[in-house]
């Protein structure tokens, strides 16, 4: 579990599920645990969905999808739970060519 400090939030990022480890979490129509998950880009820091003061650092990934690539963050919140955020902006999803 990150907490950190008070420190700003990352902006642009939004909430997407807040899940027990291993339960389905759907992005672009593909669970995230039945995926591959590759860093990317620099950690952000993000609210924690039920308790807006407490900060966590999230950590980038891509992973592949049918659709392209998608991107998304994600952190352990505490023991066994995990916080999904997404770019509140389609940028989240990278066409296929």
């Known amino acids: 579990m990150a907490v950190a400090s008070m420190r700003e939030l990352t902006p642009g990022w939004k909430a997407t599920a807040v899940v ?9 129509d593909q669970n995230v645990w039945n995926s591959n998950w590759n860093r990317s880009g620099e950690p952000v820091v993000v609210p924690h969905p039920g308790h807006l003061a ?44």
Do not use: K
């Open 20 to 28: 027990a480890e291993g339960q389905p979490v759907d992005l672009a």
């Open 54 to 97: 407490q900060r966590h650092t999230a950590i980038q990934y891509v992973m592949s999808t049918p659709a392209g690539e998608v991107r998304f963050a994600a952190c352990e919140l505490s023991a066994n739970c995990w916080g999904f955020y997404e770019p509140d902006s389609s940028a989240a999803l990278t066409p296929r060519s």
